[in-house]
């Protein structure tokens, strides 16, 4: 996975989002519509930048789950830790145009 297949991806699964705005192809960035605004983000160390890493408490409970997906997410592998990054990253994605359409909704 690459800067640039993230930025694919999202302006795929958020084309008819009206709260993301996908810029034209040669830039390489994505805007989001926030209630303050339109802010651009730049897709450039885009995954490095807001790759969080498990607490190691939190990586031992997923680790003893019964459930096998939970289990994969926190391997021991390096990989998974990663994975775990950009799963939080496209969840707070998410959350946020939710947040954000919901607000829209009630104004």
Same mark, same amino acid.
Request: charged share 20%; net charge positive; aromatic share 10%.
């Given at each position: 996975a690459t800067d640039d297949t993230l930025l694919d991806k999202l302006k795929q699964h958020h084309q008819d989002n009206p709260l993301f705005v996908a810029t034209a192809v040669m830039e &390489? *960035?994505?805007v989001i %519509?926030?209630?303050?605004?339109?802010?651009?983000y730049q897709i450039k160390d885009f995954r490095e930048k807001n790759t969080d890493?498990?607490?190691?408490?939190a990586v031992q409970l997923?680790?003893?789950s019964k459930r096998?997906?939970?289990r994969?997410?926190?391997?021991?592998? &390096? *990989?998974?830790?990663? %994975?775990?990054?950009?799963?939080r990253a496209t969840l707070r994605i998410l959350a946020t145009f939710?947040?954000?359409?919901?607000?829209?909704?009630?104004?």
């Open positions: &390489p *960035a994505f %519509r926030h209630f303050a605004g339109r802010v651009k890493h498990m607490r190691l408490d997923l680790r003893g096998a997906f939970l994969q997410l926190v391997c021991s592998s &390096p *990989a998974a830790l990663f %994975r775990w990054g950009i799963l939710k947040a954000l359409a919901h607000q829209r909704a009630q104004t």
